[in-house]
């Protein structure tokens, strides 16, 4: 079962007639295979309408949808011979950022990214994707195994930030996420990464700091959520769609500015609706960016990262 947004109720009452037409003809024998027809074609045009004009701040509910796929889903269709590494080595293991070893079409890959979770069991145990210092250190010590075995880097992001909880702050959040930040920045390898759900705050730049960030067609990459900037500016979170019309936070609008280097297409209606689809696609546009970035070594590799993330906003 599909979870519908607030603007796709339209789509959602099309399917719903559908899905009863369906019953009606396995129940009573009834031929109404024309008229399912009909519903289906005026579907599937109503849904890529939908979101071929899809606001900003409906994108940010896209990018949230509950059944979008996560880093687990990327690691089952996209990857395979993941070899799962734990623990930062200084306090304990963080399951909102996962990683280790993988393939990538062959290629072998060191996949770092942000887990959210599927179900209330499975969201608290990896803490909605909100990494903690442990987390951004163990992704700083998988950056360097791979630097060490001269393996390019991915990155999957998606995360509304890093956790704000006195814990983190404790145990040195900040320092730690400018420290992944600065670990990204100095790989001497290859790397890739890709803005596949929420791109919040430092807590995105800690494993975005590539040199090529990919953005899935749906996704939102930003410094504050929209609700964060309307109560800073407008003492309301009801402004969040303003916001983040304001603040341009969409693909499109980033890949204009040279924020991202590429947008990666996703299934009609959202890469929730087939996740394999959508996982493959990212890998084929992985592998293409990791290509074109093997036949450099590592001070080219280093300065040209840097320079890429000088030039923003320049």
Same mark, same amino acid.
């Given at each position: 079962?599909?979870?519908?947004?607030?603007?796709?109720?339209?789509?959602?009452?099309?399917?719903?007639?559908?899905?009863?037409?369906?019953?009606?003809?396995?129940?009573?024998?009834?031929?109404?295979?024309?008229?399912?027809?009909?519903?289906?074609?005026?579907?599937?045009?109503?849904?890529?309408?939908?979101?071929?004009?899809?606001?900003?701040?409906?994108?940010?509910?896209?990018?949230?949808?509950?059944?979008?796929?996560?880093?687990?889903?990327?690691?089952?269709?996209?990857?395979?011979?993941?070899?799962?590494?734990?623990?930062?080595?200084?306090?304990?293991?963080?399951?909102?950022?996962?990683?280790?070893?993988?393939?990538?079409?062959?290629?072998?890959?060191?996949?770092?990214?942000?887990?959210?979770?599927?179900?209330?069991?499975?969201?608290?145990?990896?803490?909605?994707?909100?990494?903690?210092?442990?987390?951004?250190?163990?992704?700083?010590?998988?950056?360097?195994?791979?630097?060490?075995?001269?393996?390019?880097?991915?990155?999957?992001?998606?995360?509304?930030?890093?956790?704000?909880?006195?814990?983190?702050?404790?145990?040195?959040?900040?320092?730690?996420?400018?420290?992944?930040?600065?670990?990204?920045?100095?790989?001497?390898?290859?790397?890739?990464?890709? $803005? #596949?759900? +929420?791109?919040?705050? %430092?807590?995105?730049?800690?494993? @975005?700091? =590539?040199? &090529?960030? /990919?953005?899935?067609?749906?996704?939102?990459?930003?410094?504050?959520?929209?609700?964060?900037?309307?109560?800073?500016?407008?003492?309301?979170?009801?402004?969040?769609?303003?916001?983040?019309?304001?603040?341009?936070?969409?693909?499109?609008?980033?890949?204009?500015?040279?924020?991202?280097?590429? $947008? #990666?297409? +996703?299934?009609?209606? %959202?890469?929730?609706?087939?996740? @394999?689809? =959508?996982? &493959?696609? /990212?890998?084929?546009?992985?592998?293409?960016?990791?290509?074109?970035?093997?036949?450099?070594?590592?001070?080219?590799?280093?300065?040209?990262?840097?320079?890429?993330?000088?030039?923003?906003?320049?």
């Amino acid at each position: 079962m599909i979870s519908y947004l607030d603007f796709e109720k339209p789509v959602a009452a099309l399917e719903e007639r559908i899905a009863q037409l369906r019953n009606v003809n396995a129940l009573h024998d009834v031929d109404v295979a024309n008229e399912i027809g009909r519903l289906e074609a005026k579907s599937a045009e109503l849904l890529a309408s939908t979101y071929a004009s899809l606001t900003p701040w409906q994108k940010t509910q896209v990018a949230r949808h509950p059944q979008r796929p996560h880093f687990r889903d990327y690691v089952v269709h996209a990857f395979s011979d993941f070899m799962p590494l734990g623990g930062d080595r200084l306090y304990g293991d963080d399951l909102a950022i996962m990683g280790g070893f993988a393939r990538l079409n062959g290629r072998r890959v060191m996949l770092i990214g942000h887990e959210k979770g599927h179900d209330t069991k499975t969201r608290i145990a990896h803490n909605f994707g909100m990494g903690k210092p442990e987390g951004y250190r163990k992704a700083i010590r998988l950056m360097q195994l791979a630097s060490r075995f001269g393996l390019p880097v991915v990155t999957l992001v998606d995360t509304s930030g890093a956790f704000p909880g006195i814990e983190a702050e404790e145990r040195g959040q900040a320092e730690a996420i400018a420290r992944a930040t600065e670990a990204c920045l100095a790989l001497e390898v290859p790397m890739v990464a890709a $803005i #596949v759900g +929420e791109g919040g705050s %430092g807590g995105a730049v800690a494993l @975005a700091s =590539a040199n &090529r960030v /990919l953005m899935m067609e749906h996704a939102v990459y930003s410094v504050i959520s929209p609700e964060g900037c309307a109560s800073i500016l407008w003492r309301t979170s009801e402004k969040a769609a303003d916001a983040a019309q304001a603040m341009k936070v969409t693909a499109q609008h980033l890949k204009r500015d040279n924020v991202i280097d590429r $947008i #990666v297409k +996703e299934p009609v209606g %959202g890469a929730h609706r087939d996740p @394999a689809v =959508a996982a &493959r696609a /990212l890998g084929a546009a992985i592998g293409e960016e990791l290509d074109l970035l093997a036949g450099q070594n590592g001070s080219q590799l280093v300065a040209a990262r840097e320079a890429r993330f000088l030039a923003i906003g320049g």
